[in-house]
């Protein structure tokens, strides 16, 4: 069973400034950075698809964790 989820802490001062600072930040992405993502992007696409049709590829995408890197 799932644990429940804590209560998202709230930023004041100095923290909340540094923090609506770095949401205003555009991140800049290379042509390369950003085909990569969305290869990534396809390939999890394509487990969720295959998993509806195919049982047994839905436990393998279930149980699966995906890393970043």
Do not use: C, S
Not at 21 to 48: C, D, G, I, S
Request: proline residues 4%; positive net charge.
């Amino acid at each position: 069973m799932a644990r429940p989820i804590k209560e998202t802490p709230i930023l004041f001062g100095e923290d909340a400034r540094r923090f609506e600072e770095r949401m205003k930040q555009v991140r800049k992405e290379t042509p390369e950075e950003r085909e990569r993502r969305q290869n990534h992007y396809n390939v999890v696409l394509k487990w969720f698809k295959n998993a509806e049709e195919d049982e047994t590829a839905g436990r393998i995408v279930k149980n699966t964790k995906v890393t970043a890197g």
